[in-house]
Nanobody
Framework: EKQLVESGGGLVQAGGSLRLSCVASGFRFDDYAIGWIRQASGKEREGVSSFSRLDGSTYYADSVKGRFTISRDNAKNTVVLQMNTLKPEDTAVYYC????????????????????WGQGTQVTVSS
């Protein structure tokens, strides 16, 4: 069974930091690009960041560039999203998801590109 399990969400004050982790199992991890997608209450899902299968290419939404950093450890089947200088508008449920692209350097940008999803972890940033 293919699984993605997120952890690390919580409540933090504006300006603070959180570190989200995603551990994958049940599939060959380096066949997939892995990304983070968030959904705020009443809003559509938004692609936040993603990491390619093998070559280290990354994507960041404009809203998080310079504040969030994605990293990947294929030996541990893990992707981490380090979130710094958090803002109230970052409040959302954050999902980890996997996409199997044709090319090893491809980075997904939209939520519609992903094949498998985790259950999500809540991030709340208070003002």
């Amino acid at each position: 069974e293919k699984q993605l399990v997120e952890s690390g969400g919580g409540l933090v004050q504006a300006g603070g930091s959180l570190r989200l982790s995603c551990v994958a199992s049940g599939f060959r991890f380096d066949d997939y690009a892995i990304g983070w997608i968030r959904q705020a209450s009443g809003k559509e899902r938004e692609g936040v960041s993603s990491f390619s299968r093998l070559d280290g290419s990354t994507y960041y939404a404009d809203s998080v560039k310079g504040r969030f950093t994605i990293s990947r450890d294929n030996a541990k089947n893990t992707v981490v999203l380090q979130m710094n200088t958090l803002k109230p508008e970052d409040t959302a449920v954050y999902y980890c998801a996997a996409d199997r692209p044709t090319y090893s350097d491809y980075v997904p940008r939209t939520p519609f590109e992903y094949d498998y999803w985790g259950q999500g972890t809540q991030v709340t940033v208070s003002s």
